[in-house]
């Protein structure tokens, strides 16, 4: 087990590639559910102090898309859950009506984190920056900070959420933090679980579905990158199976749907299943290429060139897809148990239809954007 000196001196070495700037903050440089839970053995030790059982788990950004279904699907499943949460004014009673506990930490202030570790076997990590919050910090900074608390706790499986192919673009700065937080965590000295992400299918929604029924403009690329998109509940499934089976631990597993779609195929989907047609309008990728460009030369645009980065890849025909003969096999599970997408947007369109019908309503539409 790694201790949390020789972590930090790891953490010098393996931080992602600054590029000096005039202001302070630096920035990435361009380069039906059973009770499971108890199947296993009902108590393991840490390296040091007293016992902790399996089933104790922590949960950290549990309030999110992703984080949420964990903790629902960790409580189904008969887990012990506790959800590390920032404080703030609304605090996330659901998790609580759930049957979770909940502890207050902030994880850009690493002296919060210690007391929400206490007693637990497993930590799942599903927390990434706000659009408005410093992806620095929250991505890479506080990643060391709770890998180190974990590995000085005697944690014994850490689960890590990151994306697929970041090894691939390093020139994008949240795929180099997830990638560089990858190999931090294999060096920790901890059994880890690293699960990279193609896409989720709720975005979709808000994104494609609710334009379509709504006149709401979407903008785009005229690439033909395909995603094989998740249900985010089939992703905290497939979470929970990995820390239950030996099999996952110290494994880098893409999660990947049944298929890879590009954006024209959802569109045609939405289409097909909301009884409506799209006027698409197409931003060239060339044009993108230029606003990043431009946006990189003003400090206070950073973050949006940083935005604007991930989107070139994105809309560069890449396929975030993988096989999942093998993961499938790793996790014990059965792929007819994952959501496709056309099941998916069919159980959305025919609720948020019938729903129409009931208020006597109507879906209107014109230009959709793309």
Not at 10 to 22: I, M
Not at 184 to 192: C, E, F, H, T, V
Not at 193 to 211: D, E, H, K, N, W
Not at 344 to 350: G, N, Q, T
Request: aromatic letters at 8%.
């Amino acid at each position: 087990m790694a201790t949390a000196s020789s972590l930090a001196a790891r953490a010098a070495h393996a931080t992602p590639v600054v590029a000096a700037r005039k202001s302070s903050a630096p920035r990435v440089s361009r380069t039906p559910l059973r009770c499971v839970a108890e199947e296993a053995a009902p108590a393991a030790a840490a390296t040091t102090g007293t016992p902790v059982r399996k089933t104790s788990m922590l949960v950290i950004g549990a309030t999110g898309t992703l984080g949420r279904q964990v903790v629902r699907r960790a409580l189904d499943e008969g887990y012990d859950v506790r959800c590390l949460v920032r404080p703030r004014q609304n605090p996330a009673d659901f998790l609580r009506d759930w049957g979770a506990t909940t502890v207050s930490g902030d994880l850009t202030k690493p002296e919060t984190l210690p007391a929400a570790f206490v007693g637990i076997h497993t930590v799942i990590d599903a927390s990434t920056a706000r659009p408005e919050e410093d992806t620095l910090a929250i991505d890479w900074k506080a990643k060391v900070d709770c890998i180190q608390t974990a590995a000085s706790m005697g944690i014994q499986r850490y689960v890590f959420y990151s994306i697929d192919k970041c090894e691939q673009h390093k020139e994008v700065p949240l795929m180099n933090m997830k990638y560089a937080v990858e190999e931090y965590l294999k060096a920790s000295g901890m059994n880890y679980t690293v699960l990279r992400l193609c896409g989720f299918m709720q975005p979709l929604i808000s994104g494609y579905a609710v334009p379509i029924l709504e006149e709401q403009q979407v903008w785009g690329t005229d690439d033909d990158t395909r995603t094989a998109y998740l249900d985010t509940q089939d992703v905290a499934k497939m979470t929970l199976a990995a820390c239950r089976r030996d099999e996952a631990a110290n494994e880098i597993m893409t999660l990947a749907g049944p298929k890879a779609y590009s954006v024209n195929e959802v569109i045609a989907l939405c289409e097909k299943l909301g009884g409506a047609e799209a006027n698409v309008s197409k931003v060239p990728v060339l044009l993108l290429k230029a606003t990043r460009g431009l946006t990189r030369f003003f400090q206070w645009t950073a973050p949006a060139a940083d935005r604007l980065a991930f989107a070139e890849v994105l809309a560069s025909g890449v396929k975030f897809d993988a096989p999942m003969e093998e993961t499938y096999a790793k996790l014990g599970m059965d792929p007819s148990e994952t959501t496709s997408l056309e099941e998916y947007m069919e159980e959305y369109f025919s609720k948020i239809l019938k729903k129409l019908k009931e208020v006597g309503g109507q879906s209107r539409q014109k230009d959709f954007y793309l």
